[in-house]
Structures are given as structure tokens and as C-alpha cells.
């Protein structure tokens, strides 16, 4: 069978390699806008957009007709030695005048963990640059992700992550996350967090000698360490102290970029103002493999000095800037205004967030939190003690499992189950997800 095939030679990312054995694939064959189907015909509606990744859904001909159109074209070219092409050039401009402060250049790579690896490279690159080669350290968040990369892997805050790998590398600092639900203290309110978090943060810098600090790296809202909404003051806070010893901000928006929390980009829906910004995902919708760094004037002017110096910028894919992907973008890009998806984000994402806040009041559901059209349900065995399952992970697989019977594909993330859907769904396609939720957490309770 092809599930036999799969378990015989395809080694998977993110999976138990010994329980898949027994258990195999769910193998995919097409998609159909918010909908994909297996091998079976079954139907399932992708609520996590394959991985927080189409905004567009699986079918759009458009993409398929620029990839095509592209591929006739000039099916390849890259940016080394300064070679360049017309989608690139169409697409860095575009980037460039979307981004919500004022943005330099932007840098071409093909994955988000690939971005980021790229951006520590290309800060510690700067420092040296300016004359302060102690100043290499970047602070990320317990729980952050930021890919799987060595460089990435040690900027994400997940146990997993690092777990027999021997990371973090030197110069990753974590700093405390803003989850109010899990690391609040009793009584204490979102403000009062926030407030602690900021006291963390600037001890984590004078701990370390502010010199040394270079940068802090963080998503908007994070994804993978269980969709975490931060309290509406956190960035604020957290700015004043980085601009207090003059540190960059680099905001990590694979997941929020292009529409995800209701507005363009994550960093809109919370007013930060960072001096990088990295998107991937939702920028091709993920039909191609691309990923796209932003740097400000001040981040760039000292990069470009020593590579003068040197002679070169020594870093680069080849694959990174494709023009197949910036065809894509574009393509998708276009889609994204004229059918005012972010728009659809915000309205739908609304009805999304007040849908599956009515389950609040279910025995295994410790919170609901989300924005635009990304969320999660915690899941909890003891709603009063906040007590998770014995093993983590377990009550989310369980209920994740059982929801797709239901005919919904939803991810377990420690123990949230977390919602984000293709930009394109409607009220229907959240009404048949929240009703299939509530008939799996029966099924579990
Ligand atoms: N950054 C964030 C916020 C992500 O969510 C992800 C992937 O989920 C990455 C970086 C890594 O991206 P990739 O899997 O393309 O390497």
C-alpha cells in the first residue's frame, strides 16, 4: 500500500519514527480551497493551512498559471556577483512598500529557519562592522520558534528543539514568554505580567552586560510554542527597554505576516517597530519554498560597508530569490488585496475567536486565545489546578486524533490545539470546525 511505501522509506520531520511505524501516514492527494482530501476520498478542512502556511487555500489556478508562465520564462536565475531578474526586483520593491516601517533592502532565502540563521549571520556581520565585536548576543523567548537551523533551533524556546541536539549555541539568550495563562502568577493581571516580563528582560541585559546584547528576536503572537497572545501592553514594554540600551528588534513574522492576526502583518496588530522582519509562508501561500528578510537603513549601511572592506558579502542560496517563488508571491500578493483577505481575516477571525470561546465552559478546556484567524484551546484535566495530561501532548494528540474523524485537521502543540485556517474560509467552513471540535472534546472528555 502507499501508506506501506511511506513507512518503508520515507523518514518524517516532527514524528515519532517508531510510533509511525505502526501507526503510517495520513497520506494527501488534492486539495480543494480550505479542503484537502486522502486517498480514500475523504474530507477533511485544513485548519492549520497545511502548516500556518496557504492563505490562499489549495486549489488557486492563479498561482498555478504565474508558476507555469515564470517557468516558460526563465525557470531560474539567482542574485550572486549581482546578477538580478525582473520578479525578484517586482517583488523586493513590493515587500518593501508593504512593510509597515520604513525597510531597507530586503534578502532573499528559501525557508524561515533559513532566514533567521541568516539574520544572526548577517547582525554579527554588522557588529563587527561597527567596531563591537562583543556585542554578538541575541535574547529570543522560552517557547519561541524560530526553526530548526543550528542558529534557528538554539533561538527557539522549546525542549524539543534542543533536546539531543547539544543546543542552544553560544550567544542565545531566552527570556521569559508572555503565556498568561500557564506562567502568570495567582491574581496577577495581564498588565502586571507584561510589566514583569520587561523587569526580566532588562535583568536578562544588565546580567549580561548591555554591550554584549545585540538584538531580540520574536514573533508577534507565537505559533508553535502553543499560540501565545501576548498582553496588549507587552511589545510596548518590551521596546522601551530594548531602545533603552539600543538594541535591534527583530520580528519573527513566518506565521503573522500577510493578514494571519487580522491586520497585514503581526507586527501592525501590536505597534512594534522592528529593524528586521522576516516573513515566509503565507508569502507564495507555500506553493514554493521562499522566505524574505527586511532590514532597515541602520541595519544595512553597516553590512554594506564591510562587505566593501572585504570585499563581498560571503553568504548566499542558490536557489534564494527564485523566480518561480517571486512569480508566485506576487501572484499571491495580488490575490490578497483584491480579494481584501486580510479583511476576511479580521471579519471571520473574529467570528472564529467568539465561536470557539462558547467552548470555554467545557470540562477539558482550560482557555481559549487567539486573533484574527489563528487561536488555540488549551486542554486541561483539572480546569481549577490548570493540570495538563500526564505526558505532554497527550490530551492534544488524543483530541486532534478524534477531530479528524470529524473531518478537521487541527495540530497538537504541547497541550493546546491550535487553529489556523487558509485566509479564504468562511463563517460555514468555522461553524463545521467548531461543531467537530466540540463533538471530539465529548468524545475525549
Ligand atoms: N519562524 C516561525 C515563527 C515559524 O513558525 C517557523 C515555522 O513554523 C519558522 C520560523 C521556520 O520556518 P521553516 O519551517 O520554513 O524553516
New binding site residues.
Partial sequence: SIEARDVAYHMHSYTNLRAHQDSGPLVIERGEGAYVFDTSGKKYLEAMAG??STAVGFSEPRLVEAAAAQMRKLPYYHNFASRSHGPVIDLAEKLISLAPVPMSKVFFTN??????DTVLKMLWYRSNAMGQPQRKKIISRLRG?????IA?ASMTGLPNNHRSFDLPIANVLHTTCPHHYRDGRDGESEEAFATRLAADLEDLILSEGPDTIMAMIG?PVM??GGVVVPPATYWDKVQAVLRKYDILLVA?????GFGRTGKLFGSMTFDMKPDVM?L??QITSTYF?M?AILINERVFEPIADESDRIGVLGHGFTAAGHPVGAAIALENLAILEERDLVGNAAEVGGYMQAELRRLADHPLVGEVRGVGLIAAVELVLDKAAKTAFDRPGQLGTQVATRLLDHGVISRAMIDALAFCPPMIVNRDDIDGMVSGLRRALDDTA
Avoid at 520558534?145 to 537551523?149: E, M, P
Fill in positions: 502548516l500556518w525557508s524561515g529557519s533559513e532566514a533567521n520558534y524560530h526553526g530548526v537551523t534557528s514573533e505559533g508553535a519573527d513574522e513566518v506565521i503573522c522576516v515566509s509562508k519554498p522566505s
